[in-house]
């Protein structure tokens, strides 16, 4: 005869199975539709609104900020690496230390996590003010519209037609394609 203790593991495992079984089988098909993005967001020839540009170059200038301040106290930090004082010139700053990644004369405490770690703060120091200043330019360069989404959904679709040469293996061919 089986003790109490493995009848008792036999029905909750019984009782588990009949549960999964039953929520597999009690589940209905969902019936909500499918989100549609609007038309702004796939169509290319709507721009942003003039309000951008100044955002974009303000979040540019923040990232940038943001990535070189994070150098300038990891300079402080390791105030006797011999990259120390190449990390305190914005933007530059990182490309010129990462040349210099080793244990400076100076560093009586000089270890390889350490100087990972300050190499990893750097490269994404480099990274991050980079990027920022891409933003800014991206942002003085930008091309805006003051065009409504409506407005631009009202337009008849422009058509064009494209007329691409394809080779063929008995001379050369040609494929056209477009809206016609």
């Known amino acids: ?17 009949a549960l999964v079984s039953a929520s597999l089988v009690s589940v209905r098909a969902a019936r909500a539709d499918e989100p549609v993005q609007p038309e702004v967001d796939l169509n ?26 994070i150098a300038l106290a990891s300079s402080y930090g390791w105030k ?19 040349t210099k990644t080793r244990c400076g004369s100076g560093e009586t405490n000089c270890t390889t996590f ?5 190499t990893v703060i750097t490269s994404l120091s480099l990274v991050g003010q980079t990027g920022g200043v891409l933003a800014m330019l991206e942002g003085a360069f930008v091309p805006t519209s003051v065009k409504s989404p409506e407005a631009v959904r009202s337009k008849p679709p422009a ?7 394809t080779p063929m293996s008995s001379g050369a061919g040609v494929a056209v ?4």
Do not use: C
């Open 1 to 17: 005869m089986a003790s109490p203790r493995k009848h008792g593991r036999f029905v909750s495992r019984v009782a588990a199975a």
């Open 44 to 69: 290319p020839s709507t721009y942003p609104p003039p309000a951008a540009r100044p955002n974009l170059i303000l979040v540019g200038a923040g990232v940038t900020a943001a990535w070189y301040g």
């Open 80 to 98: 006797h690496a011999d990259s120390a004082s190449s990390l305190r010139i914005p933007v530059a700053g990182p490309y010129m230390s990462l």
């Open 114 to 118: 350490a100087l990972v770690l300050r």
């Open 159 to 165: 058509r064009h037609v494209a007329v691409v040469p």
């Open 177 to 180: 394609f477009g809206e016609f």
